[in-house]
């Protein structure tokens, strides 16, 4: 499985960026692929996941009323659309599928390279 993400950069708060997730090397029936983030300083966390099959998205408190994501079967795309950014979104996002369709560091299989976001005040 090949993950490659897009769509990073550094921006205002209260503006939006959209994340990309390029996703190969299989067919994903039956799998979860999900983003995870990292600050400088803090442990990875989970930010949001959607099931391949059903496009059941989950999502952290934190980001529930301002991130959406969806997926694309006939591109195989994840995309994480974020609005109404704060500075403290700023960190590189990860985009992890997991075979199952339940996205965690525990059952995450494959890792994207990151991109990062950088949220000014």
């Known amino acids: 499985v090949q993950l490659v993400e897009s769509g990073g950069g550094s921006v205002q708060a209260g503006d939006s960026l959209t994340l990309s997730c390029a996703a190969s090397?299989?067919?994903?029936?039956?799998?979860?692929i999900g983003w995870f983030r990292q600050a400088p300083g803090k442990d990875r966390e989970f930010v949001a996941s959607?099931?391949?099959?059903?496009?059941?998205?989950r999502y952290i408190d934190s980001v529930k009323d301002r991130f959406a994501i969806s997926r694309d079967k006939a591109t195989s795309t994840v995309y994480l659309q974020m609005n109404s950014l704060i500075p403290e979104d700023t960190a590189v996002y990860f985009c992890?599928?997991?075979?199952?369709?339940?996205?965690?560091?525990?059952?995450?299989?494959?890792w994207g390279q990151g991109t990062q976001v950088t949220v000014s005040s």
């Open positions: 992890a599928a997991a075979p199952g369709g339940s996205v965690t560091e525990a059952t995450v299989n494959s």
């Open positions: 090397g299989r067919t994903f029936t039956n799998w979860g």
């Open positions: 959607i099931t391949w099959n059903w496009g059941t998205p």
